[in-house]
């Protein structure tokens, strides 16, 4: 095809610049096969689909597509291999950029943006080692950079060999980067009618944080407590849930669209006194919202279970199970001790009939684990393997973040490497119904919860559904969710000290079909009936602890 005309070209710039992404990509659809177009045209093409908020994974592949024919042409530059990053991320494809950017780094290893690729990608594939190692490499390189700073302190704890210590220290590097604007209480209006309490996430829709939160401020007492969501959520990806937690809060704003010192500014007028962080270091966070501080008391809870090193972060809210005693110094904020659970869950609205014991009918065991693949460490693999290689057994896995074959293929390959054989691992399809979803876990015998970090809503749904989940005593707050789980439960016999007790009690529990089987058919009524699900008990106390503070802030 002929060159375009200047004003066409002209034409399509302005497009591009006014972000009319779709009108951009239906004038060149309308000239015929893109790949027959000029290279700067097909560029222009694959970057505005990269970008176009209204494009599906199908366009994102596309692109993806389109960038590598450009970049195998030339693979020194450099503009198109850090599109790739971001295009081969919404893609969910992984493997081919990964080797370009391991390729790239050979020839120059300083390269902050291909170390950065890198750390990304291998902590999306569930190689979080490499991923931290990566990490580490790109804030040696720049140990004043910011960006990124916080994915890595999220992704330290997944990561094996790292003690609490060590994380702490490198929040405490993030805070010192962070904290040269933060502010004192004084500057607060604070309201003498009600306790004003705040929740900040970007996950008000159908997401974990939604299910621990919901049973809580269905249950607060609104004649003490004024509670206002700042949802920090784009409008567009808004649902059911959304739309059902707005009928809870007392007020509900969308704050996406703020900047941080307009988000600050915005909180302070709304006179919030209590501003809880549901965020913590994971993905939507608003970190510098509390580092300028917001709110006179700021606290950490539910969708983030580890300390932030932030020194205008408070408290954090954990039970005696999670964080022991003595150990106060490792997390910045000053803890708040639940007499039970750290958190309750609200009970699913259907909850599916429980089967039968599987191995009773199915003549293998079955074991199961429906947390993200991030959390199957290299070390759980090693572990998980020694159990199916010594059982007559197979293992269910479902990822709850991220549905990708390639991830998938690569978490099964580290199984086959250690001895497992290929139909010992079945991957389950991601399902967005709940009912179905829960359905799943009928066909478990026991769940494994990894390790360091932890299942939590997997191991509330497992347990509702009469599956006992095998857990490993960890370090940390997030190692010992299980540990807390179970001991709530009095099911201190679902706890091991150490990796060898681990693989034999799990190896044990396969030969064990009386006591799991009359485990099963009990073990919702107690779960039920226990402070995991008890949502009004747990308001209660939660409640309380909110006043206690308030007090000691006024006194």
């Given at each position: 095809m002929s060159e375009l005309n200047s004003e066409f070209k002209s034409y399509l710039k302005q497009l591009f610049t006014e972000k009319n992404f779709s009108k951009l990509e239906f004038e060149l659809d309308n000239l015929g096969e893109i790949k027959d177009l000029p290279e700067n045209i097909i560029y222009l093409y694959a970057i505005?689909?990269?970008l176009n908020l209204n494009s599906k994974t199908e366009d994102y592949k596309i692109a993806l597509g389109l960038l590598i024919t450009i970049f195998e042409k030339n693979k020194k530059n450099l503009e198109v291999l850090y599109n790739l990053i971001l295009v081969s991320l919404k893609a969910k494809s992984y493997f081919k950029i990964k080797k370009f950017l391991e390729d790239n780094l050979k020839e120059n290893s300083d390269d902050d943006k291909v170390l950065e690729g890198l750390a990304k990608i291998n902590y999306i594939l569930g190689n979080v080692d490499e991923s931290?190692?990566?990490?580490?490499?790109?804030?040696e390189l720049n140990p004043q950079r910011i960006t990124s700073r916080v994915s890595f302190l999220a992704t330290l704890n997944y990561a094996t060999n790292i003690t609490q210590e060590n994380y702490f220290e490198e929040c405490k590097k993030h805070s010192e980067l962070l904290e040269n604007n933060s502010q004192k209480n004084k500057e607060f209006e604070i309201s003498k009618k009600k306790i004003n309490i705040g929740f900040f996430s970007s996950d008000l829709r159908k997401h974990s944080v939604s299910y621990f939160l919901k049973g809580l401020i269905t249950n607060i007492d609104k004649n003490q407590f004024e509670i206002s969501a700042f949802s920090n959520l784009e409008k567009s990806n808004q649902d059911k849930m959304s739309f059902e937690l707005k009928t809870l809060f007392d007020n509900w704003y969308d704050v996406y669209e703020y900047s941080d010192n307009d988000l600050?500014?915005?909180?302070?007028e709304k006179k919030i006194g209590i501003l809880i962080d549901l965020n913590g270091?994971?993905?939507?966070?608003?970190?510098?919202i509390f580092v300028q501080r917001s709110a006179p008391i700021q606290v950490l809870w539910c969708g983030y279970c580890?300390?932030?090193?932030l020194k205008n972060m408070d408290f954090i809210i954990t039970d005696k199970n999670c964080i022991k005693k003595g150990e106060e110094h490792l997390y910045s904020e000053k803890i708040i001790y639940l007499p039970k659970?750290?958190?309750a869950l609200s009970k699913p609205k259907n909850l599916p009939n429980l089967s039968a014991l599987p191995c009773k009918n199915e003549k293998i065991f079955t074991f199961g684990s429906f947390n993200n693949f991030q959390k199957i460490t290299d070390k759980t693999i090693d572990v998980w393997s020694k159990i199916l290689v010594q059982t007559d057994s197979r293992i269910y896995l479902k990822n709850s973040v991220i549905d990708s074959e390639e991830i998938n293929f690569n978490l099964k390959e580290k199984f086959l490497k250690r001895g497992v054989k290929d139909n010992q691992i079945i991957i389950l399809k991601f399902q967005k119904d709940e009912n179905d979803h829960l359905s799943n876990y009928n066909k478990i015998d026991l769940a494994l919860d990894p390790f360091p970090y932890n299942g939590v809503t997997t191991t509330f749904e497992a347990i509702i559904m009469g599956v006992p989940v095998l857990t490993l005593k960890g370090f940390n707050f997030n190692s010992r969710c299980g540990e807390s789980i179970n001991i709530n439960l009095n099911l201190e016999k679902f706890i091991a000290n150490d990796f060898d007790e681990y693989i034999n009690k799990a190896i044990n529990f396969t030969k064990d079909e009386k006591y799991l089987s009359e485990l099963r058919e009990g073990i919702r009524t107690q779960a039920l009936s226990s402070y995991l699900f008890?949502?009004?008990?747990?308001?209660?106390?939660?409640?309380?602890?909110?006043?206690d503070i308030w007090t000691n802030f006024l006194s």
């Open positions: 505005s689909k990269t931290v190692n990566y990490y580490k490499k790109l804030f600050v500014k915005f909180i302070k270091f994971t993905h939507g966070n608003r970190n510098n580890n300390t932030t090193g659970i750290w958190n008890k949502t009004q008990d747990f308001t209660e106390v939660f409640s309380q602890k909110m006043k």
